[in-house]
């Protein structure tokens, strides 16, 4: 049960704070919900920095069916260097509520909603994490907004990309897979999923799973996202490439630190996708993440140290 704190005046977000203690298993973060500017009401997971001076903070955004769980490794790992994290669930995922109107799932949108929660809860400069669609959103931002973002980590995505992963990703994304017991739902998660972390374990597939799935009314276990948010991959509307997304990236690699994290089996930024973003940013900082694809969790070590140095040099 959480206790309503209000934020600053004139603010729409609010914050319903968990309690922290690890022995019951609590979450270290505080729920945030916040309104758009079409008026849909939408949530971030908000995990205080501590452990070290207070720094410039982090966002972190999911990818196209995924939601702020996602980072629920990574978030604490960042705040306990000091840094608040904000981890969010885009619109049309997780907590954040659905869209009335599918047109409105993309990226020039969901950086909107991006740019009013980070001025509901007075945040100037921040740090932007981005994984698959949680990049394109960065990019899109820097053509926005380049001031609110202090330095990007681009984490298996770029201006160009793989037409091989869209059509991988066009095969269960948006398909409103509903599962009957946990079990079922980590092997979806392991079938769909495996290719690209052919390490991972059925300890590691039910964490996914429990992620990606919730409990209906009917105790199903259903996807945590409106299929319609795959529309645009669907009906072709999502591209490779093209010239915004290219001068989007070039605005955000050249204007400010970036960081790109690649999965060494990645069929969505594969080496020739990533050859053509150091070409076209040069001072580009990057780390391969071996043995695995699209895209890493960013708990693996060489994302880390990557994320680490990479942290050390902002501010």
């Not at 940013?281 to 043995?291: H, I, L, W």
């Amino acid at each position: 049960m959480g206790v309503h704190v209000p934020e600053h005046d004139g603010a729409h977000a609010a914050r319903h704070l968990h309690a922290n203690g690890a022995a019951d298993g609590a979450r270290p973060f505080n729920d945030v919900s916040y309104t758009s500017d079409d008026g849909l009401t939408l949530y971030a997971r908000d995990y205080p920095g501590h452990g070290g001076p207070a720094r410039l903070p982090v966002v972190c955004i999911h990818g196209l069916t995924r939601n702020s769980g996602d980072f629920d490794e990574l978030a604490p790992w960042i705040a306990a260097q000091g840094r608040r994290v904000l981890a969010l669930d885009v619109r049309g995922r997780g907590q954040s509520a659905r869209d009335p109107d599918p047109a409105h799932y993309n990226p020039a949108v969901y950086a909107g909603d991006v740019i009013k929660l980070a001025h509901d809860l007075g945040i100037e400069r921040a740090v932007f994490v981005g994984t698959s669609m949680g990049g394109i959103i960065t990019m899109t931002l820097a053509l926005r907004r380049l001031n609110l973002i202090a330095a990007a980590v681009l984490n298996d995505v770029g201006p160009v990309i793989s037409q091989k992963g869209l059509s991988r990703i066009a095969t269960y994304a948006g398909k409103g897979t509903t599962m009957g017991t946990w079990e079922q739902a980590a092997e979806y998660m392991r079938d769909i999923n495996q290719p690209a972390f052919p390490s991972n374990d059925m300890t590691e597939w039910n964490k996914w799973a429990r992620r990606a799935f919730s409990e209906n009314d009917a105790g199903q276990l259903v996807l945590h996202y409106d299929p319609n948010i795959a529309l645009p991959l669907r009906n072709g509307k999502l591209k490779p490439s093209s010239w915004l997304s290219r001068l989007a990236f070039r605005r955000l690699a050249r204007n400010r630190p970036t960081l790109l994290v690649r999965g060494s089996l990645s069929d969505l930024v594969e080496q020739e996708q990533a050859s053509y973003m150091q070409r076209a940013a040069p001072s580009m900082q990057y780390a391969e993440v071996p043995g695995v694809g699209h895209a890493p969790m960013l708990t693996e070590a060489p994302a880390r140290q990557a994320i680490e140095r990479f942290l050390s040099q902002v501010d």
